[in-house]
Structures are given as C-alpha cells and as structure tokens.
C-alpha cells in the first residue's frame, strides 16, 4: 500500500492514533485531525505553510493514490449511504491508513461542512483554481474511474484522479493544481469538488508528504487559465499528462497521492500503464460526477469553478480545492481549509444546475457503491487475472481441471468449470486412461475373457459333442483310442520334447554375452520355430534401438496421440498418419534377432508400462487393419515381449517369476490384455487363425503357455474361434484351416499341458490357466480332450483336494474353495463333468 | 546407444526427462541428496514429482540415511541432476 | 503452470514440506501460487524437538524457494494425467 511513501507521510497524518481508529476519525475527524495533521505535515513537508494544502495526492503517484479512493470511495459513500462508509471501514483492510484521512473526510457532517466551508471560504482567486482544479478532477474521475472498477468503489475525486493519472500525473504532487493548469486541456468536470479541495491546500509540498512524486509537475498549473471548463473532459487530459504543467498543482496533488495510496497496487499499475487521457474518459465521467456531487452536495457550490481562473494563483485555491478531500489526506489541510472552508461560497445558478447534475450522476453511481466488498473484488480481480493469464486456460491449467472432473469433490463451491467439464470429460472418454491409472478397475480384461471363455462353453454345449462319449472314461480310462494323425502326432511329439530339452539345455548354460536366460529362450525359440527362416541377415539393414531410442519413440508415440486426442475433440476428421508412422510398426518385424536392440521398436516399447497404458487409447484412433496388423506383429514377436521372455517360471531356478515382471505382467492383464480382447472381436475367422497359425510359427508355444500373458493370448485368440465357429457360419474351407490350425496348436503342447500350471502358487486361484484348458477342449475333438485330462489329471485332484483342506465354516475359505471349484468346473463342464470337492460327477443337465 | 536416432535433430535436454516419464530415475540434490523414484511429472524448472521414491542423505559416515515416500514433490532449484535407471 | 495446477488440487489436504534447511512442516494446504508458495494450516513440525521455533505457529505461509519437497498422499495425485499434463507442458513449451 504503502510503496511510494505513503508510509513516511503517514506517520504525520497517522502520528494520531485517531487515524487508525475509524470510529475516532468518524466523529471528531475534522477539528481534531486536522491539528494533528497540520502538525504532521509540517514535519512531513517541512512545514511550509501552504503546502499543507496542496497536497498532492498525486505527488506520490504510487503509495499515494490509493489512500485517496478510499478516501474519496468512502466520501461518495457516505454521501449517498452511511452504511456503505462503514462497511468500508470495517472490512478495508488495507485502506486503515488512507482510512484516516478518509474517516475524516467521511463524516458525512465534516464533509459538508467542510466543502461548503471550503466552497464559501474560497476566495475567488482560489475559486478560479478551483475551476481548473475541476479538469483534474474529471481526469482524475477518469482514472479513478479504473479504479472503481476495480474496487468497486468510486473514489469521488481523488482516488478517481489518481489512478486515472498517469504516473506522472500521480506523481506530481498536485494533481490537482496541475489540472488547473492544464484547465484548457480538461475543462473544469471536476470543478466543484476540485475547486474546494484545492483551494483547501493552502501549501501544496506540503501536503505532498507523500508528495515523493511532487516535484515532477511543476507548478505550471496555477498559470493555467482558470477558463476551462469544468465539464469539459479529459481530452486535454492527455496533453496535460505530457505536460509539465500539471506540477504547479503539485501542491493540491497532495491529496491524490493520498488517494492513491489507498488504492495500492492497482492504482499505480493504472496509473502507469493507462494514459491519463482514456482512464479518464472513461470513467471520468463517474469519478468526476462523484467528486462533484460531494462538494455539490455538501457545498452545494461545485460552481466554484468559476474560480478556476484563480488556479493561477496556485497556492490558495489548491489549498481549498484540497481541503474536502484533505480529510481524507489529512488534518494538515483540514486547518487552512477551516479557516478556508469556512468562508461562505456563492454559487450561481448556473453551477448550482451543473452542481444538482453531477450530484444526480453521482447518486447514480453510488447506488452500486458498497456492493461488493474488498474481499469481493479481490476474488474477482484474482479470479479475472487467472483468466487472463492465458487465452487457454484449460490448457494451462490442465491438470486441476481434468482432475477436478475425476475426482470431484463434495464441499467444493461451485465453480465456473462447466465449460471445462465438456472438454474434461471428452479427454476422459478418449483416453480412458483411467484404466491405465492408478486406481484400477477389477480385473476386466480376465472377466472379460472368462465371460467369452464361458459363452464359447455354453455355445459349444450345445452342440453334437463328441465328448459324451467319453464322459465315462473321462479321467483316464480312455476307451475310445482315437488317433487322430497319429503319426504325425508323434513326430510332433518328439519335436516338442526336443524343443523343450534344449530349450531348458540352454538356458542352463549361461551364455557369454549379458543377455539373460529370457533372452536365449528367446533365440532358441526362434531358431527352433523358425528353422526355415535363415538367420543370416543383412546386418547392415538392421537398426538398433538403444533404450533411449525407444524411449524417445514411445514418448513421440504419446505425444502424437495426445494431440490427435485434442484434435478429434474439435473434429471428427483426424490426421492419424503421423501416428502410424510413429508406431514404427513396419520395421524390422522379422522376430529373429541376434541383439534384443534389433527388435521391432513397437515391441520394445511394449516392455514399458507407459505404452501398454495407451494401448487402448491408440487403437480408437486406428483403423482395423491397422489394428490387425499390429496383432500379427506381436504374434510373431511374443517371444521378445519381456512379459513373455521373463515371464515364464520355467526359467528361474526358483520357479517363480521376479516381482519386477510380475508387476509387468500385472499391467498387462489389465491394458493389453484387454485391448487384445476388444480387437479381437473385430477379427474374422480367418484372421483369428492367421495370427494363431503366426504364433505357432514364429514361437515355441510350450514355453509361452507358461506365461501368463501367453497364455492369455491363447485363450483369447481360442475361445475367440470358438465363439465364431459356434455361430456355425463358418466356410468348410475355414473349418478345415481351423482343424489343422488346431492341431498343429495341441501338438505342440502336448505332452506339456501340466506345465501351464505355474508350481509354487500359493494362492492356487490360476482361474486363466482353467479358462485355457476349457477353451482347449472345447476347441478339440475326443482324442484331445482325452489327452489333456490324461495330462492334467493330477491338477485337478490336487485342486479338489485343496478344496477339501479349506474350512468351510470360515467364510473366506468357503469363498475360496468355491472359487477353486468354479474354475475347475469351467473346464469339467466342457467334457460335461461336474466336480465338487469329493468326486466327479456327470454334469445333470 | 542411440545408433538409429543419432540424427533426430530437436532432442532438447528436457526431452530426455520427458523420456522418463512413468519410468524409474535417479534424482541427484543439492544437500548430498539423492531420491530415486518413478517419475510422475516434471515441469521446466525440474520440479518433479517421484513416486514409490527413496531418498539417500549422505553423509560422511556411514551409510546412508534412507527415506521412503510414496509421493513427493522436488522443487526444481535443489536437483543438480536426473539420471535414467533401469 | 502444471505444478501450480497440480497443487490447486491439494488444496484442504494434508502434506508435509521439507524445507531447504531441514525443517518438515506438516500442515493442510490451504493455498498456492504459482511461485509455489504455500499456505498451510494446522502445522505442526514433524521434527520439533531439533527445530522448537514453530511450536506455537498455527498456521503459515512458505515461501516457495525455500521448499525442498513436498510429500504428499499418494491417492491425491492421478498419475496418468499428470504425466500426460508433464507432455502437454512440454508440448507446449515446444511450439
């Protein structure tokens, strides 16, 4: 508040404790303060007598003028509503100061009197003065006039003039006796209340305390013709700011500073930025008004312009023109201004009518006065700022305002956000990412695949099964021997058990390079399942992508997503070639590597959690067949998906896959996985087998049947054909490619099924490896379903016999075993089996 | 290491950080601080926000003193400097 | 702007700053700027006994410069969208 020097001058003004105490200045205010200011301002100001008048308010551009809005604030208050005053006093904080001046300006009593005091005890030099005073005035309306705004409240005239001032203008120290001066310019608008206050100043530096800015206007003012107008607007105003001129006024200036300090930080940035001129013209009119039906009221004489011509004579009409305002600045004036005041002022008709005018304008104002409260307009100016700071706020402020849309709040107040919502919500609908974010949803993408796991079932049930047959011999006593290609089988057989020997050879050894165990599985995969593909490739045609590289991709992936994402909110067109591109899927796609480095970079990037998070975010912005293509990617590449290379219990020595991978898993099961599933219901028949046909060539399907994630994709892609082919809309020519689709499938893990069982699970709820075999079986002939319960005959008496250990009577275990039963049933069910925790039983139906 | 993007032309440092997003990094202090955590959002200054973090306070003595904290804010004026780790 | 952002919706929750010179001040955030400075309430020093100054303070304003961190409860913070904010700032700050 105080910058510019509105704290040195107060402690003059203030130096009573009357200053700081409204209730004080309200009543005795004038007499009082007065002796107290004068005395100040003497100090202050060195005390030159008439300089105490003078004050320029707008000497001390800074400090100064908001002191005087309040003041001037508080007076068209108490003109219009005492109630107002109050509220001002009490709820102003930062204008105590200024308050002090302005308690005494604000006696509604003091106040009048005081103007008609001034306005009689004006001497017509003065009265001149005053006249031009009275330009200033409206100059100062004007600026003032910003500052209401701001405020809310009108600084009659000071406040008005001074934030309207520019710096200058508010610098110097008579605003006022400047305005005079510059009279020609701004006609006399403010005459009447200007006029009184400035003639009030008797000594313009001193008033000035605050008056640091005094000296830049010269006292060219009181030069000035007293001639201008009093209505006459700020026009000149701007000249008058350029001109030096106003500084003669320093002396009424004072009292502007005073104003200014009041209004703090705004009025100078007002003052500083805004030219006199247009804040001014703006609100001139108001403040002017203001000023003027304060002294009109009061005084009832703002015809004192006619003075105006006084204004030359600087110092006493200033002083006066100051005076009603000095209350607010300060007791100082309030002396000479008595005395001043006091002398009976003339006004003629004609000033009376422009005095009743302004008076009316100003009740028209001040009806609004006092509506909002400084707390208000704080709010609203903050909140104004914080709309302005940027033509984007939602983009700047982005994150509180998604934020507040996810997780509202339940006691937050109303706010202006319902805009944003729209925007919020479509970011939200797009990205879906909360599924990716920390608070997870169950589990959807398993429930999901069981509930298709569990469709496929139903569906298949009702088919012709050739498993009735069998029902009796269901677990182990294999009557019907069926030999489906039995030799083939075989050879198969002896292939998978080869694959499997090696593979578990290898990763044994350890290897000289880094690489890890996963990794040689990974190679040894591929060499094993790919035998036909050579392996010497162009080594020059191959890039490798560092972990920066694909750091970079993928955050160059998201970036393209996210504006995509921002572009489709305003269009349905959308661009998604950049995308695409970005998704580098057409490199290197061949899964034979010699260095990780050389994968796919799409690939890579599906060993962050990053990118699995966008998954389903992507594929809303791609087309099928770009959908289509990246699942034959990944098909082919299972084996250098890190969830599938370190995935597989089968090669830790402990049996059990690192937590690190386990939390990569995890993330799978619910943003792959799950994307995965929703594709895959686009998929055509023949294209659920082409990318089944890819996976059993390019991987060794033993070893991805360990993984979890393997062996979701399996299920997936399985129960997915088994739910078309349920529809039984399927060409023989399709039938035919799933049968030996499927057989090539089962050959390649048979002899190995019980192996999808990871050991070690404490929990024993492995509900995907069941939704497995029942899509398994669901999907093969008698022979095969012979095979797989042959196989794992022992997992399902060890999960029976789990059920029967669990206590019933604990209504946690009961849950437990009844989840372990279901799962196994989901795969009983298949061959028409019903089990419970005792026996096998043939499903009634 | 970035044999295939050596030529991307507009790799700002602060793209580097922008790579970590959601990633593990190594957070170097002022104050012989260090606090490894995933990255959860950064802004220019470096202000970060860590995740699941660990904070080493070095002294000369001894081990150091280890803090945990599931979520932390640093302010940008205390990092010296932020290293990937995997 | 993200972090201011980000601490708008901390407000009227619990967090514990560590100042530059050692001192952890737990306290409702009651509000921001975005100079980060901050404001909190109900503050108590979660390391009292070395630092006994604060004791009696109820409530305090922080200059942002001198914070080191801010620990905050994990379940305020949506990390997705904080990071896809990190990429729109950064986004933005390329253009």
């Given at each position: 508040m105080s910058f510019f020097g509105f704290d040195p001058s107060k402690p003059p003004q203030g130096g009573p404790s009357e200053s700081y105490d409204f209730e004080n200045t309200y009543d005795g205010l004038g007499d009082q303060l007065d002796d107290a200011d004068d005395a100040l301002n003497d100090e202050t100001f060195g005390g030159s007598g008439d300089v105490g008048k003078d004050f320029n308010f707008g000497a001390t551009k800074g400090a100064a003028p908001p002191p005087p809005q309040t003041v001037s604030y508080a007076r068209a208050a108490v003109a219009t509503d005492e109630d107002f005053m109050s509220e001002l006093w009490g709820t102003a904080k930062p204008q105590p100061e200024v308050s002090n001046p302005v308690s005494a300006g604000e006696k509604k009593i003091l106040s009048l009197e005081e103007i008609e005091a001034q306005l009689t005890a004006i001497d017509p030099s003065r009265q001149p003065q005053q006249h031009p005073m009275q330009p200033f005035p409206q100059q100062q309306y004007g600026m003032p006039g910003m500052m209401p705004m701001q405020y809310g409240y009108m600084p009659p005239m000071y406040g008005g003039q001074y934030p309207g001032m520019p710096p200058q203008m508010m610098g110097q120290p008579g605003f006022y006796g400047q305005m005079p001066p510059i009279p020609g310019q701004i006609p006399g608008q403010m005459p009447g209340q200007l006029p009184g206050q400035l003639p009030g100043q008797p000594a313009h530096g001193q008033q000035m305390p605050q008056g640091q800015m005094p000296p830049q206007i010269p006292h060219q003012i009181p030069q000035q013709p007293p001639q201008q107008p009093p209505q006459q607007p700020p026009q000149p105003v701007p000249v008058q700011h350029q001109q030096p001129v106003q500084a003669p006024s320093v002396e009424t200036v004072p009292e502007p500073v005073e104003s200014v300090t009041s209004i703090p930080t705004e009025t100078v940035k007002q003052g500083e930025n805004t030219p006199a001129v247009p804040l001014s013209e703006i609100l001139a009119p108001s403040t002017r008004e203001e000023i003027a039906q304060v002294a009109s009221k009061k005084s009832s004489r703002p015809v004192n312009l006619s003075q105006f011509p006084v204004l030359g004579s600087k110092s006493t009409p200033q002083q006066r023109s100051n005076r009603p305002y000095h209350h607010q600045n300060h007791h100082y004036n309030d002396e000479d201004d008595d005395g001043e005041y006091h002398e009976p002022l003339i006004l003629t008709p004609e000033q009376q009518i422009k005095a009743a005018r302004r008076q009316e304008k100003v009740m028209r104002i001040m009806k609004y006065s006092g509506i909002m409260n400084p707390k208000d307009k704080d709010f609203v100016t903050r909140f104004q700022l914080s709309q302005i700071v940027t033509e984007d706020p939602y983009n700047e402020d982005f994150y509180a305002q998604v934020f507040k849309v996810i997780h509202?709040?339940?006691?937050?107040?109303?706010?202006?956000q319902e805009q944003n919502n729209s925007i919020a919500q479509a970011y939200l609908d797009q990205s879906g990412h909360r599924l990716g974010g920390r608070y997870k949803r169950a589990d959807v993408a398993l429930q999901r695949m069981q509930q298709q796991v569990q469709r496929a079932v139903t569906v298949a049930k009702e088919r012709p099964k050739l498993t009735q047959y069998v029902r009796e011999g269901a677990l182990g006593r294999i009557s019907i021997g069926s030999g489906k290609k039995p030799r083939q089988q075989l050879e198969i057989f002896s292939q998978a058990v080869q694959k499997g020997l090696e593979e578990e050879g290898e990763t044994g050894e350890g290897e000289t390079d880094k690489e890890n165990k996963g990794i040689n599985v990974k190679k040894l995969n591929n060499a094993i399942s790919n035998p036909a593909i050579n392996t010497n490739l162009d080594s020059d045609s191959i890039k490798k992508y560092g972990r920066k590289d694909i750091m970079g991709i993928l955050e160059n992936i998201i970036t393209n997503l996210m504006t995509i994402e921002s572009e489709s909110r305003l269009s349905t067109e959308v661009d998604t070639n950049n995308l695409w591109e970005s998704l580098k899927i057409l490199e290197q796609t061949s899964p034979r590597v010699n260095d990780p480095k050389e994968v796919n970079p799409f690939i890579q990037c599906l060993n962050h959690e990053k990118a699995l998070k966008i998954v389903s975010r992507l594929f809303k912005f791609l087309s099928r067949e770009q959908i289509l293509t990246i699942a034959t990617l990944i098909m082919s590449n299972l084996g250098n998906l890190d969830v599938i290379k370190h995935g597989s219990y089968t090669t830790y020595e402990d049996k059990k896959v690192p937590s690190k991978y386990l939390k990569l898993i995890e993330t799978y099961s619910l943003t792959f996985t799950k994307a995965l599933m929703n594709s895959v219901q686009d998929f055509k028949f023949n294209e659920i087998i082409g990318l089944l046909v890819i996976l059993i060539e390019h991987n060794n399907v033993s070893f991805i049947s360990t993984t979890k994630i393997g062996l979701s994709i399996l299920t997936t892609l399985l129960s997915r054909a088994e739910l078309i082919r349920g529809e039984g809309t399927i060409s023989a020519a399709d039938l035919s490619e799933w049968s030996s689709c499927y057989d090539e499938l089962f050959t390649a893990l048979e002899s190995r099924i019980s192996l999808i069982f990871p050991p070690n699970d404490v929990e024993s709820i492995e509900s995907y490896v069941w939704q497995f075999l029942a899509t398994l079986a669901l999907g093969g002939k008698l022979n095969h379903q012979r095979i797989i319960v042959d196989e794992v005959r022992d997992e399902i008496f060890s999960v029976m016999n789990k059920a029967k250990a669990l206590d019933s009577t604990d209504i946690n275990n009961f849950y437990k075993k009844q989840n372990l039963l279901n799962n196994l049933n989901m795969f009983l069910v298949v061959m028409g089996l019903v089990a419970d925790e005792n026996e096998i039983r043939e499903l009634q139906t | 290491m970035s044999s295939v993007q050596a030529d991307k032309q507009t790799e700002e440092p602060l793209d580097l950080i922008r790579y970590q997003l959601d990633e593990t990094v190594l957070v170097k202090l002022r104050g012989a601080r260090e606090m490894k955590g995933k990255l959860q959002g950064y802004d220019s200054h470096c202000n970060m926000v860590l995740s699941d973090a660990k904070e080493y306070i070095y002294n000369e003595t001894g081990e150091p003193i280890v803090k945990d904290c599931e979520m932390v804010f640093i302010r940008g004026d205390s990092v010296i400097l932020i290293s990937p780790i995997s | 702007m993200l972090f201011f952002s980000f601490f708008k919706t901390l407000v009227d929750q619990e967090v514990v700053v560590e100042l530059k010179n050692d001192i952890e001040i737990k306290g409702v955030l009651k509000s921001v700027d975005q100079y980060l400075n901050l404001k909190l309430d109900n503050i108590s020093c979660t390391n009292e006994t070395k630092y006994p100054h604060l004791t009696s303070v109820k409530n305090l304003f922080i200059r942002g410069s001198t914070v080191r961190y801010v620990r905050i409860n994990p379940n305020a913070v949506d990390c997705t969208l904080l990071q896809d904010a990190s990429r729109r700032e950064a986004m933005q700050a390329a253009k």
């Open positions: 509202p709040k339940p006691n937050q107040v109303g706010q202006p | - | -």
